[in-house]
């Protein structure tokens, strides 16, 4: 690929996904853009970028993004941010709320969502709590994964024996043991695809706790500003923002007070 046409595709992914790719990133992009080139037939990435260009539906990018698009995740990555949402939730029911709104912006293949799920089920401990997630990303592809809710032995290593047990329903499938998230998640889940680098966003009530980590690492300060403003007027006075703890918001000027590093409370 030469530099300008990867210049090219890395302003498409920037204009659209507000991910900021640097010069490091050529060899990646060639990569992932190959996988989606062999899918259509496409044999060179100055033929896809034109297919790209003029294709006029938006389903191309919508495919371009999701091959671009980093899906690490795992279930209870970054423990402690678990813990603080359980603390939260067991006083919140304490003191008789009664609803509770969760956003995780960065969904990915659903790891992170259900994590949450499970935590909210079990802080409840069966008391009648009108609890819902809103679980966004990207990538549909991504989404699709989450949705359907079925990981391997291996993706459950985080999970503890007894979430195992409640949460989710064993089965063989092709001679391997695979886990599918139980109803009881699912039906407290909205999966929704959202571009984080396009606010204002469509969500209309006000949000407890947002989960938004290890996914600003890839904006640029302006999209970081303009996504932790609008998350700022998406909160409840007093709710929560958990980034990433490889994460920090000292570049954005934001009126979200630092509790402790990676999480931050409206005032």
């Known amino acids: 690929m030469d530099h300008q046409t990867f210049n090219t ?11 900021a790719l640097n010069d490091t990133k050529e060899a990646m992009v060639s990569a992932r853009i190959a996988k989606r080139m062999r899918a259509i037939g496409i044999e060179t990435h100055e033929q896809y970028l034109q297919f790209l260009l003029q294709e006029e539906s ?5 495919h371009f993004l999701d091959v ?7 279930f209870f990555r970054e423990p402690s941010h678990f813990e603080f949402l359980a603390k939260n939730v067991e006083n919140w029911i304490a003191k008789g709320k009664d609803r509770i709104r969760i956003w995780c912006a960065a969904a990915s293949t659903g790891e992170e969502p259900y994590s949450i ?11 009648n709590v009108d609890m819902r997630i809103l679980a966004t990303d990207i990538s549909t592809s991504a989404l699709s994964r989450a949705k359907k809710g079925m990981y391997s ?3 459950l290593e985080g999970v503890p024996e007894l979430y195992k047990r409640r949460f989710f329903v064993r ?18 889940i909205v999966f929704r695809r959202l571009n984080l680098s396009k ?5 209309t009530g006000r949000l407890d706790i947002v989960f938004c980590r290890n996914v600003m690492i890839y904006f640029d300060n302006s999209v970081r500003s303009r996504l932790v403003n609008e998350i700022h007027r998406l909160l409840v006075p007093s709710g929560y ?13 934001t009126e979200l007070r630092c509790l402790e590093p990676s999480i931050y409370q409206k005032q």
Request: proline share 4%.
């Open 241 to 253: 923002l958990l980034t990433g703890h490889a994460e920090g918001l000292t570049s954005v000027k």
């Open 58 to 62: 938006g389903n191309e990018i919508t």
């Open 117 to 127: 799920a499970m935590t909210l089920l079990d802080a409840a401990g069966g008391r």
């Open 171 to 188: 089965q063989k499938q092709n001679n391997e043991i695979v886990y599918t998230v139980a109803d009881v998640l699912k039906n407290i």
């Open 153 to 155: 032995s291996s993706a």
């Open 9 to 19: 595709f890395r302003e498409i992914v920037y204009v659209n996904s507000g991910i």
């Open 68 to 74: 671009i698009s980093t899906n690490v995740t795992s």
């Open 199 to 203: 606010p204002p966003f469509p969500m």
